[in-house]
């Protein structure tokens, strides 16, 4: 290897053109996902307070928002329920005529190109805000199990692409899995909440979604945040039990978990860039403390060095303005 003063790294930082031209690690607007917070009602658009930009949308209002997604080449949306009649069972996750089932209508007619993912989870629906069924004080897995799979049908026969269990029980990717081949959906794959952690940067999401715990914490099923063995564990099982896509959740604290996941699995991989990572850099913003442009662009490229295919983030819509720009 030759040395100083042959060796010059600087030479290929010269100009723009020089530093793109062997820049190692691209994000494109194909890698992106924007998440929707579907709320029922009509003509409502609700800016939510600690995420400045992201809403609160009616069904109503989804056409005009698909087209927007449509003209910045944002291939893919995923959804969430924001619902006021709330039950023990969480019911309204598997209502035929949900808020989800018909947003996910109402997206496809706007943008039959649009693929349409739907998160699986009991914490949007129930009364106490946990992601399944309680039994002395704590969610019962198995049989929460039964209530995914019902969801995940439910979502899959309204015209939902692709579901995406995030509540972390231990055999719900199987559950699903059986519950959809069974019914003449082997053809929708699963977006696996893989290595979903009880990370405190999730705040602002559960005002989104008008999911908080009424009681305790979700320690008992979401993975402990020091833990990156136990990630691959997890991540082994869902591929097992037939994941076709798995994800690492939140990501920026997780790039490590992330890599580690790229290196052992040859699966296709999402990371989830949270609502506290997208509000602390708004936050930051608005004071005039960084350049949001940069920042942004930064994390997500950071994401995808990580080992991402996939980055789901609530910056998606300006970052495909931003990477428009560059093209």
């Not at 790294?9 to 998440?35: A, F, G, M, Q, W």
Request: charge should be neutral; glycine fraction near 8%.
């Amino acid at each position: 290897m030759p040395s100083f003063p042959e060796l010059r790294l600087r030479r290929l930082r010269k100009s723009e053109t020089l530093r793109s031209l062997v820049r190692e690690t691209r994000v494109d607007v194909s890698d992106l996902v924007y998440p929707l917070f579907i709320i029922e009602g009509r003509g409502i658009k609700k800016q939510i307070d600690s995420m400045p930009g992201i809403y609160q949308l009616s069904v109503d209002k989804l056409a005009r928002e698909a087209a927007e997604l449509t003209g910045l080449k944002i291939p893919a949306v995923l959804l969430f329920g924001v619902v006021s009649d709330k039950d023990e069972t969480g019911t309204a996750a598997y209502n035929p005529r949900g808020v989800v089932q018909q947003a996910i209508r109402a997206i496809k007619k706007a943008a039959p190109g649009m693929l349409v993912i739907t998160d699986i989870c009991l914490c949007e629906y129930t009364s106490h805000g946990h992601c399944g069924l309680i039994e002395d004080g704590d969610v019962d897995n198995d049989k929460t199990l039964r209530l995914l799979a019902k969801m995940s049908l439910s979502h899959s026969d309204a015209g939902a692409d692709m579901v995406a269990p995030s509540d972390m029980m231990d055999g719900r990717v199987r559950a699903i899995r059986q519950e959809l081949d069974g019914n003449g959906f082997s053809h929708i794959p699963i977006l696996a909440y893989a290595a979903k952690y009880a990370s405190a940067f999730y705040g602002p999401f559960r005002e989104a979604a008008g999911s908080a715990p009424r009681f305790g914490n979700r320690k008992s099923y979401q993975m402990d945040p020091p833990n990156a063995r136990e990630a691959l564990r997890e991540i082994e099982q869902d591929i097992e039990e037939g994941a076709d896509i798995v994800m690492v959740k939140p990501a920026l604290s997780y790039l490590d978990v992330i890599r580690r996941v790229r290196d052992t699995f040859n699966y296709p991989l999402a990371a989830y860039n949270v609502s506290g990572e997208y509000a602390m850099v708004k936050a930051a913003a608005r004071q005039g403390w960084l350049d949001e442009k940069r920042v942004v662009l930064e994390i997500l490229t950071s994401i995808k060095r990580a080992g991402a295919d996939i980055i789901i983030s609530y910056h998606a819509k300006e970052a495909a303005e931003w990477l428009g720009e560059s093209v």
